[in-house]
């Protein structure tokens, strides 16, 4: 019996067994419930995850990446582009910066040359600079291309005192399809006549300002004590110098090469007489072709009295310009700066005008409104001076207020008086260009360019002049003929 009752247990052990092999579902359940939470431990996973979280704080990447974006970048283009004169520019950056932690001021050094291929490029890319230093003649052709911000530089100019700069820089900035001004003056050079203030005095000589007064000097100096010359004339066919001291002779007498209409008139009443009265004063010149060489070393070695030039001889008048064979010119005259003068303003019968170059400061289109601050700071106090003391013979600033601190700071402007430093510093009030004049389009304003380029000017004055195979007359009609020509070719290539 016993026997039985060991047998009747363990078949009920074996059938439990089997029952389990074929899934039983609560014995599976149990066991499955178990394996499961031992092999993948849930709590171990979330732990990890919580680790990596730690690791990674989202606010560090959030600050890190933030605060660049904090501060106002303001992009500078200039053309004061030597390596010194960038030093100074990056230099009054690094002082706007420190009072302004809240502005990226970037100096970018472009070429002359290349400036509009430049601004082609960044405004293709819709990345326009925010200020740039550029020349008057790019003014005009970037105001029309609307890319210039004119409420930003009339801004500007408020900010700076519309009443501290020269009225003649002024002028010629302002944009006459809206009335406002489309860039701020920044500095320029001026070019007049350099005359013998103490042999003017000896002959009972007005200063050359009037053609009347030039033609008189031209007949009175050859003789004067060493004088062989009244002047040297631009009169080398090879040479843009001619055409530089021409065009001045013709604005004074309202001389264009376009009028208001667009007509090409190279051969009006007044172009011919502003052609007889510059050939005419070849009978007191030097002889033969000369140009600015010629004219400075003659002027410096006492033997013409007066000389068109730009400011950039301040120096040579003082320690003698170099020769091409090396050395300086050794000055015969006892204080030569101190006894010239300058004529910043040529009148003629029908207009008066100064000839030079006057440089801008352009606000871009689309630039942040520091911009307009930006640039008060750098035509303020120390700042403008330092930009000024680049090359202060041809930095004459457009501001009144900082004339004074201009005329210090050089030791050459100590050979000169206060009056001719005054005269240099209103040259600006005439200061015109046949290139400046704002109804010309660009078209127009590109065939300037070829008129100076292909020495246009300078032939004909040479024919005239030396040659003797034009008059006056005939000579206006070929300069007409040659820039209808250079015009059509212009217009049939836009």
Known sequence: MMKKTYLIIALAMILAVVLAACGQPQVVEKEVTVVVEKEVPVEKVVEQTVVVEKEVPVEKVVEVTAEPTEKTVVEFWTTDNEEDRIGVYEAIAD?????????????????????????????AANRLPDIVRMGIERVSTFAADGILDEDAAMAAIQLIGENDFRSGPLAMVVDPATGKYAAIPFDGW????????????????????????????????????????????????????PHQVFEQVAISNNAWPFDTEGNVTMNTPEMVEALKFYTDLQRCALPG????????????????????????????LVDGSGLEAGGNVEIPVEDLAGKTGFASMMEGPNGSASYGQLVTLGIMAGADPVAQDVVKFYMTDENYTDVLALAPFGKVPTLESAVEGWSGLSSYFENYSAETLAQIANGYDSMQRWLFRPEYDATQRAVVGDIEGRLLISQ??????????????????????????LYAERQAGE
């Not at 502005?103 to 509009?116: K, Q, T």
């Not at 000097?217 to 843009?240: F, I, R, S």
């Not at 005239?464 to 070929?478: R, S, V």
């Open 190 to 241: 001026i070019q007049a006549i350099w005359y013998r203030t103490d042999l003017f005095g000896a002959d009972g000589l007005n200063p050359p300002l009037t053609w009347d007064d030039i033609n008189a000097a031209c007949d009175a100096l050859p003789g004067t004590e060493n004088l062989l010359y009244g002047l040297t004339l631009g009169t080398d066919p090879g040479q843009n110098y």
């Open 289 to 316: 072709p000369q140009y600015w060489r010629g004219a400075r070393e003659a002027y410096e070695l006492d033997q013409a009295g007066m000389l068109f030039y730009s400011t950039y001889i301040m120096d040579d």
């Open 95 to 123: 002082r706007y910066m420190a009072e302004h932690p809240n502005v990226d001021l970037r100096i970018v050094p472009i070429e002359e040359a290349g400036i509009s291929q430049r601004i082609a490029t960044a405004r």
């Open 460 to 485: 004909a004055i040479s024919n005239i002049a030396l040659e003797g195979t034009m008059t006056p007359e005939t000579a206006a009609e070929w300069l007409q003929e040659q820039v209808e020509t």
